[in-house]
């Protein structure tokens, strides 16, 4: 069974950084693209960023683009979220999400519960 | 940047069909997926690829791809389906994922 387990939310206040943490298990992690979303609680869904499975491609949402940096360490099972200047416009539930495959034009398979990151001063 | 638009609420009868729209520009071969998302719990992926359904979806869910409007259609609805739906895909020329604004199904 394909799980991630997301970590590092809190409530931080504006301008501040924090660096969002994911692990999965139940699948070959190295193998598959990996995504961030986001979702403003009674809102819709946002795509963040993508990372691909060697960590070759990345992409990011042009509100986070320069702010945001996402990297994974394939040896730890791990996909990370650095988020620097975070605005209160970043309050928002953040899922851990594996791509179907390694291409990121696949569906988004699986997803976490999400870490809740609130910015407020 | 590329725009799904979904309409905000769709509402249907138990027992009676539900199909919710997906309009983008030229979808072409642009493949279109599908999740539900119920009240406090994460995204489920229950259509991929335009029309396929993982394991463990029921075959009440399916979905189609016309060019310009992907559907997502919920036949016989139950109860347990009321919830919010997304669609989604890759705008390969943003290198972005894109989302609709996501339906509301009310199962009256």
């Known amino acids: 069974e394909v799980q991630l387990v997301e970590s590092g939310g809190g409530m931080v206040q504006p301008g501040r950084s924090l660096r969002l943490s994911c692990v999965g298990s139940?699948?070959?992690?190295?193998?598959?693209?990996m995504h961030w979303v986001r979702q403003v609680p009674g809102r819709g869904l946002e795509w963040v960023s993508r990372?691909?499975?060697?960590?070759?491609?990345?992409d990011y949402a042009d509100s986070v683009k320069g702010r945001f940096t996402i990297s994974r360490d394939n040896a730890r099972n791990s996909l990370y979220l650095q988020i620097n200047s975070l605005r209160p416009e970043d309050t928002a539930l953040y899922f851990c999400?594996?791509?179907?495959?390694?291409?990121?034009?696949?569906?988004?398979?699986?997803w976490g519960q999400g870490t809740l990151v609130t910015v407020s001063s | 940047s590329y725009v799904l638009t979904q309409p905000p609420s769709v509402s249907v009868a138990p027992g009676q069909t539900a199909s919710i729209p997906c309009g983008g520009d030229n979808f072409g071969f642009k493949s279109v997926h599908w999740y539900q998302q119920k009240p406090g719990q994460a995204p489920v992926l229950v259509v991929y690829?335009?029309?396929d359904r993982p394991s463990g979806i029921p075959e009440r869910f399916s979905g189609s791809n016309s060019g310009d409007t992907a559907t997502l259609t919920i036949s016989r609805v139950e109860a347990g389906d009321e919830a919010d739906y997304y669609c989604q895909m890759w705008d390969s020329a943003s290198d972005h994922v894109v989302f609709g604004g996501g339906t509301k199904l009310t199962v009256l």
């Open positions: 690829d335009d029309y």
């Open positions: 999400v594996k791509g179907q495959t390694s291409l990121p034009a696949n569906a988004l398979s699986d």
């Open positions: 139940g699948f070959t992690f190295k193998n598959f693209g």
């Open positions: 990372i691909s499975w060697n960590s070759g491609g990345i």
